[in-house]
T-cell receptor
Framework: KAGVTQTPRYLIKTRGQQVTLSCSPISGHRSVSWYQQTPGQGLQFLFEYFSETQRNKGNFPGRFSGRQFSNSRSEMNVSTLELGDSALYLC?????????????FGEGSRLTVL | QKEVEQNSGPLSVPEGAIASLNCTYSDRGSQSFFWYRQYSGKSPELIMSIYSNGDKEDGRFTAQLNKASQYVSLLIRDSQPSDSATYLCAVVYGSSNTGKLIFGQGTTLQVKP
């Protein structure tokens, strides 16, 4: 069974640009969560999508957005990039039913903003 | 107050010892608790879940939960150098079925041979 796939794995952008990250969940999983991981703040919850609907949202500014498609694949977008957006962005999938805490993580997309 | 708090460590234990990792959370209504392990340069992976007060054992790992004290812990018996990693405590905020999983900062464990 294939795991969670994130693309791209690495990317470099400059301030003011925007970026789109993609996540393909484990087959059969309908929930996709996104996290930002930095050395100083740890793993911070961005949002969760279930059956194409945003079910939960963290405390990030509106520059951070996401969506989920009918095949459960998800994308997140960050507009008007700031230096502080440099981080590892992790996507995690789950069945979305039963306990929502049993997540399977992808390898992440490492974003560097210059 | 942070939603999930852990001591960042590092916690250093000799090989074969018991490592004790602790976590507190702020939402009295939380019902679902998890421990994830993250090796350096890798993604987090789920190692334990616990939902009821008391102890839950899985091999060398024991998770302990005390909802009255809002406290979760993870014991690792017979610690091995391969256990050296960051351990993340995570708590579901909101409904157990639809809530969001919030992580603590993680505790770095070093097991010395």
């Amino acid at each position: 069974k294939a795991g969670v796939t994130q693309t791209p794995r690495y990317l470099i952008k400059t301030r003011g640009q925007q970026v789109t990250l993609s996540c393909s969940p484990i087959s059969g999983h309908r929930s996709v969560s996104w996290y930002q991981q930095t050395p100083g703040q740890g793993l911070q919850f961005l949002f969760e999508y279930f059956s194409e609907t945003q079910r939960n949202k963290g405390n990030f500014p509106g520059r951070f957005s996401g969506r989920q498609f009918s095949n459960s694949r998800s994308e997140m977008n960050v507009s008007t990039l700031e230096l502080g957006d440099s981080a590892l962005y992790l996507c995690a999938s789950s069945t979305g039913q039963g306990s929502t805490g049993e997540l399977f993580f992808g390898e992440g997309s490492r974003l560097t903003v210059l | 107050q942070k939603e999930v708090e852990q001591n960042s460590g590092p916690l250093s234990v000799p090989e074969g010892a018991i490592a004790s990792l602790n976590c507190t959370y702020s939402d009295r209504g939380s019902q679902s608790f998890f421990w994830y392990r993250q090796y350096s340069g890798k993604s987090p992976e789920l190692i334990m879940s616990i939902y009821s007060n008391g102890d839950k054992e899985d091999g060398r790992f024991t998770a302990q939960l005390n909802k009255a004290s809002q406290y979760v812990s993870l014991l690792i018996r017979d610690s091995q150098p391969s256990d050296s990693a960051t351990y993340l405590c995570a708590v579901v905020y909101g409904s157990s079925n639809t809530g969001k999983l919030i992580f603590g900062q993680g505790t770095t464990l070093q097991v010395k041979p």
